[in-house]
């Protein structure tokens, strides 16, 4: 698949996945949501790729939501997401599960607007930044819809459940420093330096083991979905498996060389 909606360039071991229709606010449609499956589908086979970013191209949005000419459409078919063969917002199931199962980090950067779909694919990341100007706004009960992509499921785990009821209820636009306040954002950064600060945060996790963070990040996700005491066995169960590889070898290794160590993934 050639991309038309987003575009993805890797470098430095980081790969970059921008939705790319600043015409538009970069505006979610069907075509953009099957690229962006595609994209993190290829991230997540390609060996090369130690952490992945997502973000949005131009100065004004991150992504403003669904593309209201695709709405306009289905209402035009009689409405429901199953009467397209692109499959809409609600055909979501795929992309949450991918990126859930995802064997990288992954880093939002939220450079602008992040209206609708555009407010929670962010959450589908485990670390979120942005920049200075942005606003969120969880805006579906005001377009007569509800929220896709899993994130009544997260959005409660990451705020809380009286946090994420407010941000969905009311549908208000939060200013960039309000979520940093309830923690839906990690960081918030002057916009010029939302990239660099960005691809700070990339290159740290680019110094741990690539199984090591696979496999935390499973134990993270996980967690409240388990027990303390099946979290338990999976931790001792890794651990020992951790122990045997030879990335663990090679960080031993080189901290007794007081030299970086060089993981390959095994």
């Known amino acids: 698949m050639s991309f038309e909606q987003i575009t993805l360039e890797v470098a430095d071991q980081i790969a970059t996945v921008t939705l790319n229709r600043p015409q538009k606010l970069n505006a979610w449609?069907?075509?953009?949501?099957?690229?962006?499956?595609?994209?993190?589908?290829?991230?997540?086979?390609?060996?090369v790729v130690r952490v992945a970013v997502l973000t949005g191209s131009g100065e004004r949005a991150f992504c403003a939501g669904a593309d209201m000419d695709f709405f306009a459409e289905q209402i035009a078919a009689g409405g429901g997401m199953g009467r397209q063969s692109g499959g809409g917002p609600s055909r979501s199931q795929e992309f949450p599960l991918l990126m859930r199962r995802l064997t990288k980090p992954t880093i939002a950067a939220i450079n602008g607007y992040?209206?609708?779909?555009?407010?929670?694919?962010?959450?589908?990341?485990?670390?979120?930044?942005?920049?200075?100007?942005?606003?969120?706004?969880?805006?579906?009960?005001?377009?007569?819809?509800?929220?896709?992509?899993?994130?009544?499921?997260?959005?409660?785990?990451?705020?809380?459940?009286?946090?994420?009821?407010?941000?969905?209820?009311?549908?208000?636009?939060?200013?960039?420093?309000?979520?940093?306040?309830?923690?839906?954002?990690?960081?918030?950064?002057?916009?010029?330096?939302?990239?660099?600060?960005?691809?700070?945060?990339?290159?740290?996790?680019?110094?741990?083991?690539?199984?090591?963070?696979?496999?935390?990040r499973q134990a993270l996700y996980q967690s409240g979905e388990t027990t303390f005491e099946q979290q338990l066995r999976f931790e001792s169960y890794?651990?020992?498996?951790?122990?045997?590889?030879?990335?663990?070898?090679?960080?031993?290794?080189?901290?007794?060389?007081?030299?970086?160590?060089?993981?390959r993934g095994a």
């Not at 949501?33 to 997540?44: C, H, K, N, S, T």
């Not at 691809?199 to 496999?215: D, N």
């Not at 951790?242 to 007794?256: P, Q």
């Open 29 to 47: 449609t069907p075509d953009m949501g099957a690229e962006l499956v595609e994209a993190f589908r290829r991230i997540d086979g390609d060996p």
């Open 114 to 216: 992040a209206v609708g779909i555009g407010a929670t694919m962010p959450l589908l990341c485990d670390v979120r930044l942005a920049a200075d100007d942005a606003k969120i706004g969880f805006l579906f009960g005001r377009m007569g819809v509800m929220a896709e992509l899993g994130s009544t499921f997260l959005l409660p785990r990451i705020v809380g459940i009286a946090r994420a009821c407010e941000l969905m209820l009311t549908g208000k636009m939060y200013t960039a420093a309000e979520c940093e306040h309830i923690g839906l954002v990690n960081h918030v950064v002057p916009r010029e330096q939302l990239m660099p600060a960005v691809r700070e945060l990339a290159e740290e996790m680019k110094r741990g083991a690539p199984l090591s963070l696979m496999l935390t």
């Open 238 to 263: 890794v651990l020992d498996h951790l122990y045997r590889t030879a990335d663990h070898a090679e960080a031993v290794a080189a901290f007794r060389a007081k030299r970086p160590p060089q993981f």
